[in-house]
């Protein structure tokens, strides 16, 4: 069954409003969780590594005032879209390892499908 | 910098047949290497590891190898079913000791009944 959790699914905002997207890791705890967004036809991207309980870490070129992350507790870590456009409609897919060995694969949620009109 | 190269270009197989993947890797010694099969509309699923040290991986119907040399891996999989038609992505870690993966921009493959 799925170990990571993410919601919602989909997600249609209006140019100018912020959305939030939830990961959750399930029966685990995850301290570290990675966030990476993904075009039509084209690779993921990783944006980010979460860090419970402390800042998150961004790849070159993601805006970190635009893409807030939250992870505060050990099982949840969100990302805000804030003043989204039509340029950020993308889709948005979290992960986390059950394990803390970095070699070990990662948990995929989802993902979450944004369209900003 | 790091760059990692699959065939963009959709795989059309028969079924029953063997399929083969590449993925190609440079400015990279990664010490491990991970592909995923990702279906329309989900998050990738985890299908294999192998380490720099291991030639071969085999799971099931699906083999890994692993050329340090070449800077290579390849996926097969063999007896291949429509069923086995999604997206094949290689991960690699990303620079750092941070735990996090790089991938390729993937591989669809399409089995034909």
């Known amino acids: 069954g799925a170990v990571v959790s993410q919601h919602p699914s989909r997600v249609i905002c209006k140019s100018g409003t912020s959305v939030k997207i939830e990961c959750r890791s399930l029966?685990?705890?995850?301290?570290?969780m990675f966030w990476y967004r993904q075009f039509p036809k084209q690779s993921l991207m990783l944006m980010a590594t979460s860090n419970e309980g402390s800042k998150a870490t961004y790849e070159q070129g993601v805006e970190k005032d635009k893409f807030l992350i939250n992870h505060a507790s050990l099982t949840l870590s969100t990302l805000t879209v804030t003043s989204a456009h039509p340029e950020d409609s993308s889709f948005y897919i979290c992960?986390?390892?059950?394990?803390?060995?970095?070699?070990?694969?990662?948990?995929f949620g989802n993902g979450t499908r944004l369209t900003v009109t | 910098s790091q760059k990692i190269e699959q065939n963009s270009e959709a795989l059309n197989i028969q079924e029953g047949k063997t399929a083969t993947l590449t993925c190609n890797y440079t400015?990279?010694?990664?010490?491990?290497l991970q592909w995923y099969r990702q279906d329309p509309g989900r998050g990738p699923v985890f299908l294999l590891l192998i380490r720099e040290n291991e030639k071969e991986k085999r799971k099931e119907r699906l083999k890994v190898t692993f050329d340090t040399t070449l800077k290579q891996s390849l996926f097969h999989i063999t007896a291949s079913q429509p069923a086995d038609s999604a997206t094949y992505l290689c991960?690699?870690?990303?620079?750092?000791?941070?735990?996090?993966?790089?991938f390729g921009q993937g591989t669809t493959l399409q089995v034909k009944p």
């Open positions: 400015n990279y010694s990664p010490a491990y």
């Open positions: 029966d685990f705890q995850a301290t570290t």
């Open positions: 992960s986390a390892r059950l394990s803390g060995s970095y070699n070990s694969p990662l948990h």
């Open positions: 991960a690699l870690p990303g620079s750092g000791n941070t735990g996090k993966l790089i």
